[in-house]
């Protein structure tokens, strides 16, 4: 199954990256125990209708705004009520014909494409409209507000990890968390989705959401176990991380005040300080001025980054993660290598570099200690 029949720009911009059939498998196995003869199953955003299986529920449906979807749709299965519609307008349980006190579980993979995100930035474009109350930046997190709308039961759907581990996207979550909460979650890496692989790979998350009363809280997310298949669990709360010691976004100081300044490239998550450099010799819009009493931590960061590919995907959207004792204890083998790297450095450091060989044997250890299983 492909969504061949799309151009480039209308694949960007309707999010079509159609869902391998073993993690259409996978969200079956999690939803099964719920579907019972009564219940309803909806996909509004459903492609070819590979989620759409029958499992003897009384009613499934099918949405999507792409029309040659629908078509496909329709020939590959009869038992399914189509609508080739705009899933984002006018949303309620009466456009699909859902009485209100049935048993709904929404199944699928709606489209993430954030319209403020600067990957194909000039292609993107969306050309439908959206309820003012479900309105977003981003059309996935329309998509899990519209089945807030919709009061669904259960969902199980893939989208960003980012949805749920950076406060600022949670925050934009307030309604659908206020009603729902996680009862599993499965990591995926992007890269498992063909037209993705080329880009850096990003975590997904198969999630599985109860609808009821208790909702949600950032510090849920952050205590939650997620499963990653074949491996120990991830969560958030294992780790310390560097913005406990420096700040992220220090204030932007006039470059012009300092001598002797230093600057380091502003920080994001892991997988954007993949893409970026760490100290600079020069100011610009990018960059941030070092608060010298802190030099230590950008030192870490800079071999952080050097060791990057000690850590698996599920990491990609996270800060730096730090274990400050055993830092503490091996600070001389940071700072030289770190001083090897940027040599104009070295005068801010108090320390004579040390072996090379004798430096990456340390930094070996520190950093297999704290990836500990997750370690590449
Ligand atoms: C990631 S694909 C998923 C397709 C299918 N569920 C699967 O996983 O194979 C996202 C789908 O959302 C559809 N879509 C995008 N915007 C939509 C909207 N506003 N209403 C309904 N469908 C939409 C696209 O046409 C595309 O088929």
Redesign the pocket.
Known sequence: ?S?AHLAYKSRVN??????PTEIVDIAWEMIAPCVHSQTTVI??????G??LRDRGQVTTIG????ET?IDVARKNSDKVRFFQT???CDVSREKFGVPQQSDLIVV????YNDKTSLIRHSIKEVG?DIDEDIASRD?GISFLRSYNKLEADLICVLHPLSYLIKPTNFRLLKEFTANYRLVDGLLISSSKFPESAKHTSFPIVLALYQRGTEGMEYSFIRSFRFRIAGKSDFCLDDFDYITGYIDKYPKKRDQSTYNDTLFFWTMRDINALKRNRTFVESYSANTIVIDKRKLDYYAYVDVFKRNLHRLPFYFGNCDVLIDIDQFRQCKPSFISDTVRHHPFLKKHFRIDPMDKQQTESELDMYFKSLFGEHHV
């Open positions: 199954m969504q309707l999010g079509s990256y159609y869902t996909d509004s955003a459903c492609g070819y590979d989620f949405c999507d705004i792409d979807a705009n899933a984002l699928g993979n709606p489209p439908f059309l």
